[in-house]
């Protein structure tokens, strides 16, 4: 009998190829007669584009082509269709893309860019979310209310810089405001933060005399970058393909589409030379997206019990100049917006508004972690209030089974256990009924704290995917999936459901793994932690679909009909009777009778899933079905802050998340170490800033820091519970997004424990932190 693989512990198998440098990225390539691309970006955040002179940049011996906006009439964008390839008219932020050259070399594109002369009329710029709403504030888009969007699901608002807004309504607010005890108000802040992957955007595109274009990328989701380029173009899809090879980092800012009509629409000028782009790093910082800012505000109303009654929420969104991917943020930080507690009465209002800043875009989290900053510090303040410990509050108010989420889904037995989750970290922490009292030596004091979270791949309802299993004439199989792996590991874990699947041994498996659009199967996106469950739920499809062509096969052969059959280790074989039957070898090509006579023929399994039983949410009040599955988790922490410096450390993070099945348990814990790790970025040290025109001043990594070695938790340990989850692949729930979530709470919380200082704006910086313990705490 084959070794079950699910739930071992498999090394990775791109592992290999990454540590010796075999593995070939975007920014590897090099095409014959291959052209460079620099862009020319705007020095203004807010300004008229009154003209532009190209006419030293064209003269300039080795260029071979120059784009201006007024050339591209196209907007691209996923949900909301109102980012231009190339500004025209005016920029809306600093770092804006205002003209590209294509040259022989990246030297002669960098000083061609510089030959280009731009005459610009400076206007206001808008640069906080919230005045951005007054009735006064400069609008960044004139036109919102001709913009294309996915109809009966946004709703942008013409002449404000309102992208979005999303509202939820459940029960009476108004009326449980009334019977409560004691009500609750606070504000929060999150900044825009990058993602900061290892590999910068990078992109080639090949417009041929044919009409047809190729592109290699740096992009999580070949079919989004093939569907969003032939609607904006005009093409058909048949005309484009999208090859992904390795991808070296992403967590959000590679998802949709960024770099590629630029370097296909330089191809086609410059007469169909393949050019190539790949991003700077201050680029990557103003040019490209970003994580959106998130200004929040939070009324909780609770019984004399500790019971939550009523929660009004209003959340604004910096989206920053363009909003095709961040009107979907606000959504779905609306209907996951309460957290996962158990309220009869909620009113929410989510704004996805423009600002003269970079966009922003899916980060890790997506939304989730900004929102829980907000609500899981608002939970320990309401706790405080009622003098009751942090976790019995939570505990109370917990959603469990039977009860009905915010937007009216109804919690089983499959959904997942928050209140697990919640109960590991506690007892592992050694959490005590006050957990303020903390020791001070030094200057320095130790304390604890703790946080919920949920999260839902954030999707439309009809998001799809497929995968195909092709058998090798060795009985080895290629595995066909168009969902990437960009480090999280997906593929392996892929590869043991297709062994378990095909009762087959794990080295048999070889996944296929660039991703091309010419001959992978369709997936809508790489996003959402939901590439284990659809990836994994299409592959058993294919597997069943190739065992069934194995059994047919092999039913003519033996003369026995299929139900009779079963298949194991390479062999198919009568039920019972292991030695009647035959080896995969002799019936996956076909299988030939003694006279020459052949039947059946090379086994192709296809599988193929569609998100069953989803809904639209109502746009009036948001009640439906946007949830695939829920994934819980918990982080409880110890840190230990220098009221000297203001210096923050993490001693011990403790986190523990219902994964519904554990497919690769390494990977598993990889996911939660890295995740927790940019967790305690987000909350210490991540954040950018502007001075007052707009220009970013944290635009490297000498002015913007990420973890590094140091930084990382003395001591981190990881608990997973196991409730199956009955639409997931052999149960099994996604944790790609989730271990981010709810960290910088965890850790705003241990200080106030500690200190008795809350802080509500991120980040916890040692500056913040140290001006909190010796002065009145800021507010955002």
Known sequence: MADDVIGKSIPRIDGLDKVTGSAIYTADMKLPGMLYARMLLSPHAHAKIVSINTDRARSLPGVKAVLTGAELPYRVGLYMIDKPILASEKVRYFGEPVAAVAAVSEDIAHEAVGLIEVEYEILEPVLDAKKALEPDAPLVHEQLHTYEC????????????????????????????????????NEFYAPQVQHVPLETHSSIAHWKPTGNIQIWTSAQSPFAVRNLLSVALGISHARIRVIIPYLGGAFGGKAGIHLEPLVALLSKAAGFKPVKVTATRTEEFITLPCRQGLHARIKTGVSREGRILAQEIEYIWDAGAYADYGVNIGRASGYSGAGPYDIDNVKLDSYTVYTSKPFGTAYRGFGHVELFWAIESQMDMVARELEMDPVDFRMKNLLDVGST??????????????RKCLEAVAKEIGWAKDARPAKETNGKIRAKGIAVLHKAPAMPPNTASGAIIKFNEDTTVDVLVSGVDYGQGTATSLSQIAAHALKLPFEKIHFIWAKDTDYNPYDWQTVASRLTVMGGLCILRAAEDAIDQIKTTASGALGVDKEELDVDDGRVFVKGDKATGLDYKNVIMGYMFPNGNSIGGPVIGRGSYVAEGLTNLDLETGQGLPALCWTYGAHAVEIEVDTRTGEIEVTQLVSAFDVGRIINEALCRGQVIGGGVQGVGTALIEQYVYDGEGHLLSDSLTDYKIPTVRDVPHEMKQIFVETPH?????????????????????????????????????PLSPENVFLALHEDSKKP
């Open 726 to 762: 009955d639409k997931g692949p052999l149960g099994a729930r996604g944790v790609a997004e989730h271990p981010m979530i709810s960290v910088p709470p965890a850790i705003a919380n241990a200080l106030f424990n500690g200190t008795g200082k809350r802080i509500k704006a991120l």
């Open 150 to 185: 996915v109809k009966g699901v946004f709703c942008p608002m013409g002449g404000t810089n309102i992208a979005n807004r999303f509202q939820l309504r459940k029960g009476d607010t108004e009326d449980g405001f009334k019977q409560c005890h004691k009500i609750v108000e």
């Open 405 to 418: 989420t915010v937007t009216g889904e109804k919690i089983t037995k499959h959904t997942g256990s928050v």
